[in-house]
C-alpha cells in the first residue's frame, strides 16, 4: 500500500523544522527505524527514522526547505505492496516460462542459478542491473536484493576492474570505497569536485554527513560562504551583507523575546574569592581522567545552596498561580556553537560526583558543537548556567531559559587585589550575575542564593564534604 510519510513531532514544543538533507535516494528499499533524513530544528540536528518496511517512491522536500510538523514529506510503498508486486511478477515470468516450454522442476527453484529472473529483486532493480551489466544471479541467492546492495556491488565490481587495468592509487572524486556515508551524501561530494575519502566525519561512528561535505567544500574555496546563505547587496549607503538566519538562531531569538517580556528580569551581581578552589581544583586535576573545568564546581555549589533556596529550582503555574518547586536537579548549560547558542541538559547534578559531571559536559559540548545531540538531551531543565570565562569579561545580564525562573552567567577569574585582614593580597576572583524572575523570586531571596554560592565556592572543600 502507498503511505504518506509526514515530518514527525521531534520533541517538546517543537512545531518546525529546516530540512537539511535526505541520507537516501528515491527508489532505495528502507527498512522500518532506518535513518532516512536529517532536519535542524530550535534545539538540534535530529535523525528521521523511515515508519515502515517498503520503498521510497518520492520525496516531498527538498534540502532547505521550512516543514512543519505534519506536513508530508515522503512516499513510499510498504512491504505489503513490494510483495504483491513481487507476486505478480513472479506469475508473469511463470507464464512466459510455460509459454517458451517450461523449465525442470529442479532449475525453476534453484536460486543458484546465474539467470537473474530466478533472484528475487523488484522491477526497477533488474532494469537498474540490466542497464550496469549486473548479473543478479552472481550476487547472492535466496534473499530480495535491493538496489543498495546492487549499486554497492557494481562499484565494488568497478573498484576492481580498476586495479586491474590502472594505477591503484588513483581515486575517482565521491566514490571511495568504504566510505561511511549516504548516497545523498556521496551524490554531493561528487557535485563539489571532493574525494569523501579525505573527509572527517563528524557523525556516529565517522559518518560523513552534508554539513562536514559542505565545510570542506568551503574550505577549498577559500573560506568562501556559500551563496544560498550569504549575498551582497548595494543600498545607497554602499555594500551591505545579508545573511540568513538560520533555524536555531530564529527559535533561540524567538524564546528570548518571549522570556525577556514574559518574566520581569533582575540581574543580582557579586564577586567570589575563588583562590582556595583554584588551588583545590590544580591539585586534582592530574589525577583524573576527565578533563576538570571549575563548571562542575559551579554546579555543584548551586545546588548545596538550592536546599536551602527552593524557589531557584522551580518555575512558574502561570494558570493555577502556583510555584512549582522541583525536586529533582538537571541544569542546562549553555554552549556556543556554529549553528547558534544551544543549551543542553546535564541530569541529576544532585547524584554525580564531580568527575561523572565533567564527563557529561564534555559529553554535550561535543555532541551540540558537531550537531550530534539529541532532542531529549536538550528538553526540560530546571536551572541554567552560562559561562563566558573561557572568552573573556566580568559581569552581565543573562536572560533566563524561560519557564524556568534562574540563570546563572559566570564570569573570567582573574587575579585580583583584595583586602585580606588588613592586608592588600593578590587572589583569584570570580564574578557572579544571577538574573530571575522578580514574580517567583524577590532581592532578598536572591541575595541570600547568592551569598550561599559565593560561600561554598570560597569553602570548596567544606562544599564537598556536605556533598
Known sequence: MSLEFEFPDTGE???????????IDEGTEVEEDQVIAEAETDKAVVEIPAPADGVVKKFKASPGDKVEVGQVILEMETEEEVEQEETSEGK??????????????ASATDFSSSHSGNVLALPKVRKLAEEKGIELGDMKTGERITEEELIEYAENKKSEASEETSDVGSKVPGESKGSNASPSVRRLAREEGLDISEIDGSGRGGEVLRNDVLEASENENSGNVRSSETH?????????ERVEMNQVKKMTGSKMEKARFTAPHVTHMDTADVTKLVKLRESVKDDISEHLTYLPFIMK??????KDHPNLNAE????????VRKKYYDFNIAVDTDRGLLVPKIEEVDRKNLVELASGISDLVEKAQV???????MQGGTFSITNIGAIGGEGFTPIINYPQVAIL???KIQETPEVVDGEIQVRNTLKLSLSYDHRVIDGAEAARFMNSVIENLEKPEEMLMEI
Not at 512558574?316 to 510555584?323: A, F, G, P, R, S
Not at 550537531?371 to 538531551?377: A, F, N, V
Request: glycine letters at 14%; aromatic letters at 6%.
Open 92 to 105: 508473469e515470468e511463470a507464464e512466459e516460462e510455460e509459454i517458451s516450454g517450461g523449465k525442470d522442476e
Open 409 to 411: 552567567g559566570v564570569g
Open 13 to 23: 514544543g517543537v512545531t518546525e523544522g529546516k530540512f537539511l538533507d535526505w541520507k
Open 316 to 323: 512558574l503555574d502561570d494558570e493555577k498561580d502556583e510555584i
Open 371 to 377: 550537531g550530534d545531540i539529541s532532542p531529549q538531551e
Open 232 to 240: 551582497s547587496v548595494e543600498t545607497e549607503e554602499g555594500e551591505v
Open 301 to 306: 555549589a548551586c545546588y548545596v545552596a538550592m
